[in-house]
């Protein structure tokens, strides 16, 4: 008595091979795309977060708090790149710099790649907040861009509230944004 054996033939291991290699090649791209896009929304929630700390900090202890770009995760840099990381600390000499007995409450190391760059408004290279919560000067925006193009941008008002604005419509050059 013959029994019926169970199993694929070749031809059918070799269509589904091939189903599964066009599938791989049409969301490959996509996947890519995605985690860039994951990438830069973890830049922007954790600097996002950060703002918060600095504003909650200036209200309780009555103090100016900065947030300010940065290299080594120690001092603040001139320019608007914020790209590398940035500070968060209790500004007591008002002087924009993380100085000796001032309090560091924050420090990051943004996620390292070669196509997202975060870039604050020019002349604008630092937030800071006062003991009111308010953040005066102009609005403060930081854009994150990936490979060239807006994504997002990061928006402090006057009174100190922080918002994103996801980039909408056709692609913007970040070129145009930074002066």
């Known amino acids: 008595m013959r029994t019926a054996q169970a199993g694929f033939t070749l031809i059918e291991l ?4 091939a189903v599964l290699a066009i599938l791989v090649a049409i969301g490959a791209p ?3 795309r995605m985690a860039k896009a994951h990438r830069a929304n973890a830049a922007l929630n954790a600097l996002t977060a950060d703002l918060a700390l600095a504003r909650i900090t200036a209200i309780a202890r009555g103090k100016a708090v900065t947030a ?10 001139d320019g608007s790149d914020w790209t590398e990381g940035w500070l968060v ?3 007591d000499d008002r002087d924009r710099r993380l100085g000796p007995g001032e ?3 924050s420090s990051q190391q943004a ?6 760059q975060l870039r604050s408004t020019d002349g604008r290279g630092t937030v800071r907040y006062l003991p009111s919560g308010f953040s005066f000067g102009s609005n403060a925006t930081i854009s994150a861009c990936l490979d060239g193009r807006l994504h997002a941008a990061l928006i402090v008002n006057n009174a100190g509230r922080v918002r994103v604005e996801r980039a909408s419509g056709p ?3 970040c070129d145009a944004l930074q002066g």
Do not use: W, Y
């Open 14 to 17: 070799m269509a589904s091979v």
């Open 30 to 32: 996509n996947l890519g």
């Open 68 to 77: 300010c770009p940065s290299r080594d995760a120690a001092t603040c840099m």
């Open 89 to 91: 600390f209790v500004d």
């Open 103 to 105: 309090q560091l409450l």
């Open 111 to 116: 996620l390292r790649t070669t196509s997202l």
């Open 171 to 173: 692609p913007r050059s």
